[in-house]
């Protein structure tokens, strides 16, 4: 029997770094969200690490972290293109996306010369330190190269209540977010994991209605 496109499940990618363990955590809770949209799979990946191994071993906490996170898989560019939309998780660094994530977006450079990417939704996720340490400008830069292939920019709307509430924490329009404190030994908290699951639920329903 043949399959129609209609028929086969849509996969967002959730596409991530994490160095500490809290962008990790953001990123699970956005697959959880993508998870509730029927017919919606969520595909998580990392981006590849940049850290020489020696580095990471001489440092039992980042070592601890990356263990945990050995049973998901390194993305490679064939993840992007077969996605039917994606969501970017990266640690703030100095206002900005980190490397290891800006080092895997400049490896799509076939895919933008193809368009694989145009039309997609994509969603940014972010996890600074300190409270005005750069999430907004994190998300909004990582968006930029998303905007040169043509995806199709998704946030957090105000429909998710969440955002109004006066608590600490993160969350914002432009996306999901944590604060983790000076040395990242916080976690995100319950309201910054369901911000992050309304992400994964609101690019996954965008990218629904964009194939209907
Ligand atoms: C080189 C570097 C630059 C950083 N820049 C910022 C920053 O601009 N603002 C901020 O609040 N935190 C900054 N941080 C802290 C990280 O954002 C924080 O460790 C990260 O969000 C924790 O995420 P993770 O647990 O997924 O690694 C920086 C950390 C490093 C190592």
Partial sequence: MVCSMSDRDLKILIVFYSMYGNTARLAR???EGVGEVEGVKPVLRQVPELIPQHTIDSNPRIKAVKESLRDIPV???NDLAEADGVI????TRFGN???Q???SIDQTGS????GRLEGKPAGVFTSTSTLHGGQETTIISTMIPL???GMIIVGVPYSESRL???DFGGGSPYGASAVVGPESEMHPTERDLAIAKTLGRRVAEVAKKLRN
Avoid: R
Wanted: include cysteine; charged fraction near 10%; aromatic fraction near 8%.
């Fill in 164 to 166: 109004l509430d006066m």
């Fill in 88 to 91: 970017f998780g990266t640690p």
């Fill in 111 to 114: 895919l933008w010369l193809e």
């Fill in 101 to 103: 994530m800006k080092q």
């Fill in 147 to 149: 905007l040169h292939h």
């Fill in 75 to 77: 993305a490679n560019v």
């Fill in 29 to 31: 809770a956005v697959a």
């Fill in 97 to 99: 996306m980190c490397s």
